[in-house]
């Protein structure tokens, strides 16, 4: 049963640079048929797509976010990873990471499975 | 991008009665050359990660109980529960996977009245 895992700090400072990495097992991240996503949830509110990765490091991202993220693949580790430049309040969020599958047809899929999510406050 | 909205924010439900909510598209989902919509649907408890419920609109992911129902096409889409059980109580998202800039529904409380 495929499983994704995020890990990292609780709690940066407003400025600094948020990493995040999401452990997948169960499964190989390097599926062709699979992309990796991440989604961020802040306190109360709805949800916001990220960015979404190939391991052969094809990458869909929010244009919204762009300038500021950094999405990465470790397929020898079976990871992949979200950097988040020039922190603000505004991304204390919940973030998760997920499954999409490759669409036969158009783009991606829907998202499944989901992490259980990490919570990070952007605090001096 | 594709906006997703929902209604209503919120909704009380007796328990056993039946549950509706309404997802709209800002543009349609449906893909022509495979006829399908690109719409799934997601139910959220507090303190979990969303959980898929319903995808191509109208597809029972395994396990989730036939109680759900996806319904709609184009713009317009339902998620029906039919007889509100207690563990219902939850966020409702729905989620367009048509463009690859990727949206959600600001999600629909549902609680037992």
């Known amino acids: 049963q495929l499983q994704l895992q995020e890990s990292g700090p609780g709690l940066v400072k407003p400025s600094e640079t948020l990493s995040l990495t999401c452990s997948v097992s169960?499964?190989?991240?390097?599926?062709?048929?699979?992309?990796w996503g991440w989604i961020r949830q802040p306190p109360g509110k709805g949800l916001e797509w990220i960015g979404s990765?190939?391991?052969?490091?094809?990458?869909y991202d929010n244009p919204s976010l762009k300038s500021r993220v950094t999405i990465s693949v470790d397929t020898s580790k079976n990871q992949f990873s979200l950097k988040v430049r020039s922190l603000t309040a505004a991304d204390t969020a919940v973030y998760y990471c997920?499954?999409?599958?490759?669409?036969?047809?158009?783009?991606?899929?829907?998202?499944?499975?989901w992490g259980q999510g990490t919570l990070v406050t952007v605090s001096s | 991008d594709i906006v997703m909205t929902q209604s209503p924010d919120s909704l009380a439900v007796s328990l056993g009665e039946r549950a509706t909510i309404n997802c709209k598209s800002s543009?349609?989902?449906?893909?022509?050359?495979?006829?399908?919509?690109?719409l799934a649907w997601y139910q959220q408890k507090p303190g979990q990660p969303p959980k898929l419920l319903i995808y191509?609109?109208?597809t029972r992911e395994s396990g989730v109980p036939d109680r759900f129902s996806g319904s709609g096409s184009g713009t317009d889409f339902t998620l029906t529960i039919s007889s509100l059980q207690a563990e219902d109580v939850a966020i409702y998202y729905c989620h367009q996977y048509y463009r690859t800039m990727y949206t959600f529904g600001q999600g629909t409380k549902l609680e037992i009245k």
């Open positions: 169960g499964g190989s991240i390097s599926d062709s048929s699979d992309f």
């Open positions: 990765i190939h391991y052969s490091a094809r990458i």
């Open positions: 997920a499954r999409q599958k490759r669409d036969n047809w158009n783009g991606l899929d829907w998202f499944d499975p």
């Open positions: 191509w609109a109208s």
């Open positions: 543009q349609s989902v449906l893909y022509n050359s495979n006829n399908k919509n690109y």
